[in-house]
């Protein structure tokens, strides 16, 4: 375990809701993806709504990133080398630099996806976009997905990996962030898209799917919470003790309750793959429980597990 | 290119009078700092935006009743890395390495992103919130171009800070320690031969580095030491997820592929 005498960054609110959201928006456009590579046609609206989470999440990023700079009109030197060697600015070894032009050619494929979400869902009838909604029929389509959500898995991973390209204590010890903040992205991402699906008529047949997919993500997510922990070694009292252990304990609500709530659905009201239409009475309150609370849980956890880990290292 | 420049500063000559500090902040007009009690001679705290050297007192107790604090003092200051973890990460190139081989933020371009100062393992890089930007020594950049020597080894009245070409200086510091371990000072080091490729601005020392807190050498690692692991990692839990989403979104046969709505 490395010494440590280095100056906090001071990275804190605004940073914190680029993590949360990047996680979101990054891991919106995968399941969307998923849902088309391997799910039937009946799972398409849900796959749409993903689609149509991630782009307006991922609007709201480069806000928050360039409110956080010191010299805010200065943003897009991130991207152009404003220095006498001109040029563009673009340095693959510095995640920050990396995740700058990440966030653009991400923002591509979700607006794009957003577009061919809202003309496939016939949401609008722009005469323009209507053959927009028949791209995903292509194995262009397909092979867009694919990309685009390559660039969602590094804008969900790599502000965890920025962490540790660092010489901050907790952060730089472990190797651990990127995947974590991934799975976390994607468990926080299942939820998001749950909440959506929830009342949605096309799309509640998907639901079922969803919970399943987000128990995976959030054993995922305990298993990398543990290997990071154990890795820190000496310095885990940093993130656990003092005040923050109240943070961990809303990761353990936002990760175990919803795991206990999604891992036995038929007890719950959810019988068959095709969801819970159908269910009356008891039944359907616990679908609605399992609907509502189990994804809200996540996504306070999803908050929690960043909060603990940007401010701590820095305290 | 000119020739690479360095500071030599010998801890054993320090007198802790802080003509080093004065001068730095002369010459580079940084502001005063808020007036606080410290308990210790140390009033200074830590470099930062504004305090570009700082007299670090190391105070340690001892077991002779008619001195019971010993004091060691460094002047402190940004090391100017051969390999600099600051100018690595800096996204905006904003962070370069100069015709001196010292390493210069360029306030023009900085935009304020803090990159530099979670990187830097000294703690050297501050925060300016007047001007938006990450600020520290510029190893009196503007002195170099001019032929002048940089104010604070220009001020030092002991020669503890000695300025001059790099290769020169690291002689001068072998024999200084050669000198002083001939005198019986057994527990005098160098600290700056090694770590990040060789400081630029290096220590004689007596105590252990991390009594002045300069990480040990094995601790003196470069932030993207953390890329591959980290991505790597990153990539492994995609391909669980993928085989995850795979499991949870496969056909079950409950549904036949339908065409999409019109």
Redesign the interface.
């Known amino acids: 375990m490395n010494e440590h005498f280095v100056a906090a960054p001071n990275w804190t609110w605004f940073i914190l809701l680029y993590f949360f959201l990047a996680g979101l928006s990054g891991g919106s456009f995968v399941i969307g993806t998923l849902l088309r590579l391997f799910g039937t046609a009946a799972d398409w609206a849900a796959s749409r709504l993903a689609f149509l989470i991630s782009f307006p999440l991922l609007i709201l990023c480069p806000i928050l990133l360039t409110l956080d700079l010191g010299k805010p009109l200065d943003f897009w030197h991130m991207l152009v080398n404003t220095g006498p060697d001109g040029g563009v600015s673009f340095k693959p070894w510095s995640p920050m630099s990396l995740g700058a032009w990440g966030l653009l050619l991400f923002g591509i494929f979700s607006f794009v996806m957003f577009v061919v979400a809202l003309a496939e869902g016939n949401y609008v009838r722009w005469r323009a976009i209507e053959p927009a909604g028949r791209l995903l029929s292509h194995i262009a389509g397909m092979i867009f997905m694919v990309i685009g959500s390559v660039f969602g898995i590094f804008i969900a991973a790599y502000t965890g990996v920025l962490l540790a390209v660092s010489n901050q204590p907790v952060w730089s010890d472990t190797w651990s962030l990127g995947a974590l903040f991934l799975a976390s992205g994607l468990s926080g991402a299942a939820a998001t898209v749950m909440l959506f699906t929830h009342r949605h008529r096309e799309a509640v047949v998907t639901h079922s799917k969803l919970i399943e997919a987000d128990r995976y993500f959030i054993i995922l997510e305990l298993v990398l919470i543990v290997l990071f922990l154990v890795g820190l070694g000496g310095l885990v009292s940093t993130v656990l003790g003092g005040g923050w252990i109240v943070l961990w304990i809303v990761v353990l609500i936002g990760t175990l309750i919803p795991l206990a709530m999604e891992w036995r659905p038929q007890l719950l009201g959810i019988r068959t793959a095709s969801g819970p239409r159908g269910t009356t009475g008891a039944a359907a309150w616990s679908v609605e429980r399992v609907s509502l609370i189990a994804p809200i849980l996540v996504l306070l956890g999803v908050f929690a597990l960043r909060a603990v880990i940007i401010f701590s290292a820095q305290a | 290119m000119a020739e690479p420049v360095g500071f030599f500063t010998d801890t054993t000559l320090c007198i802790g009078c802080k003509a080093c500090e004065v001068a730095c902040k002369e010459w580079n007009q940084l502001p005063n700092n808020p007036l606080e009690f410290r308990n210790s001679y140390d009033n200074t705290g ?1 470099l ?1 935006h504004a305090n570009w050297r700082h007299v670090r007192f190391v105070e340690t107790t001892t077991s002779n009743p008619d001195k019971p604090v010993a004091w060691s003092m460094m002047s402190d200051v940004c090391k100017h890395c051969a390999n600099a ?1 600051c100018l ?7 962070i ?1 390495r100069t015709e001196y081989d010292t390493v210069f933020i ?1 306030q ?8 530099c ?13 007047n ?4 600020q520290k020594c510029t190893f009196c950049y503007d002195r170099l171009q001019n032929n002048l020597k940089p104010a604070c080894a220009t001020a030092c009245p002991t020669q503890s800070i000695k300025f001059g070409p790099l290769a020169e200086l690291r002689q001068t510091a072998a024999q200084r320690l050669s000198t002083l371990q001939a005198q019986g000072v057994s527990n005098a080091s160098i600290y700056g031969d090694k770590e990040y490729g060789g400081l630029h601005a290096f220590f004689l020392i007596t105590e252990k580095p ?1 009594a002045y ?4 050498t ?2 003196a ?1 470069l ?2 030491r ?2 591959l ?6 990539v ?3 391909i ?3 085989i ?9 046969g ?9």
């Open positions: 830590q930062d973890s690595e990460v800096c996204p905006t190139n904003a370069i360029q023009d371009v900085c935009n304020g992103c803090r990159d100062i979670s990187a830097c393992p000294y703690g050297v890089i501050g925060f300016n919130s001007t938006g930007t990450a991390e807190k300069l990480p040990a094995q601790s690692v932030p993207s953390n890329n692991p980290g991505y790597v990692g990153a492994v839990t995609a669980v997820a993928g995850a989403g795979l499991i949870a979104f496969r056909r079950r409950d549904a036949p592929p339908e065409a999409p709505p019109a």
